[in-house]
């Protein structure tokens, strides 16, 4: 049989094989609805129950790498002592040497989380991460590391989104929008670990708060990692000062400096009712 002019057309296409069509702008709504569906039936195939999300920079690295980009920054500046560039290169390389410990203790806590929920076929508090490097990478590593599953919802970027090699392969999303991403975020979340990160680290902190805040979310621990870091970044009283939010908004969340301790706050607001 061969192809006529009719057969050929793309209008002969059928609508559900036809990419083309699926493309188009007026075709958002049935794009918006596949990319729930798609995680939320896989992760329902996984036997997915419950998540963590782990959250931070994807910039950070582990230490010995942040290690060796402190020293050829420093090598770099030895060559042109004035540069200003070359001068704030090091600096960022200092600064990220002094956090890259919190890799280690993303990749600590999902580790321990991993290995004490994932038991006798169980999937509770599966880590999911944004799926890209740095912090993301951390979270499934750990998870990696004690054989137990992990989720990355990925998305596309102009930079440093790739899928890291720790993700759980059937479980690595890949998504075109961000609504999507972040409602699979929450949906089956008991808590939010947030390790110190950028723009994306802060949206999804302060969108998680928002949620609690109203209401529109309910059950989620929210724990920062390093209060240090937190309380010089921002300056959490100045909202109550300013009558922006209330007193007891400040309870929306908690510091923790290691993983054990972290963990420890999400037992314990989660105990009642559940076999952690």
């Known amino acids: 049989m061969f192809d006529s002019p009719q057969s050929s057309s793309p209008a ?6 036809d990419s083309e069509f699926l493309q188009r702008d007026e075709l958002r709504a049935a794009r918006l609805q596949l990319e729930w569906l798609k995680a ?3 992760h329902q195939d996984e036997g997915i129950e419950s998540t963590i999300v782990v959250f931070g920079s994807a ?6 790498a942040a290690q060796a980009k402190l020293i050829e920054a420093e090598q770099n500046l030895a060559q042109s002592p004035n540069d200003a560039d070359r001068q704030q290169a090091v600096v960022i390389a200092k600064n990220q040497l002094a956090l890259a410990p919190y890799y280690d203790e993303a990749r600590e806590f999902s580790r321990l989380v991993s290995s004490t929920c994932q038991l006798d ?5 599966v880590i999911v991460t944004g799926g890209g490097p740095g912090i ?3 979270g499934n590593r750990g998870a990696s590391d004690v054989g ?3 989720i990355g919802l990925n998305i596309n970027l102009p930079f440093e989104q790739a899928p890291n090699p720790y993700i759980t392969p059937s479980l690595c999303f890949q998504f075109r929008y961000f609504a999507l991403r972040k409602m699979h975020f929450l949906y089956r979340a008991k808590a939010l670990v947030v390790f110190p990160g950028g723009f994306g680290t802060m949206d999804e902190l302060f969108e998680t708060l928002t949620l609690l805040q109203t209401g529109k979310v309910q059950g989620v621990s929210v724990i920062l990692i390093g209060k240090d870091y937190w309380e010089d ?3 959490w009283k100045k909202f109550v000062e300013f009558g922006l939010i209330s007193p007891k ?5 908690n510091f923790a400096e290691t993983a054990t301790e972290a963990w420890d706050i999400i037992v314990r607001e989660h105990q009642e009712g559940t076999d952690v």
């Open 40 to 42: 939320e039936l896989i």
């Open 249 to 253: 908004d400040l309870s929306l969340f």
């Open 148 to 150: 137990a599953k992990s």
């Open 121 to 125: 076929g169980r999937c509770e508090y």
């Open 233 to 235: 970044l921002i300056n």
């Open 136 to 138: 993301m990478e951390a």
């Open 12 to 17: 002969y296409k059928r609508a559900d094989s």
């Open 59 to 64: 910039r950070l690295v582990e230490p010995n």
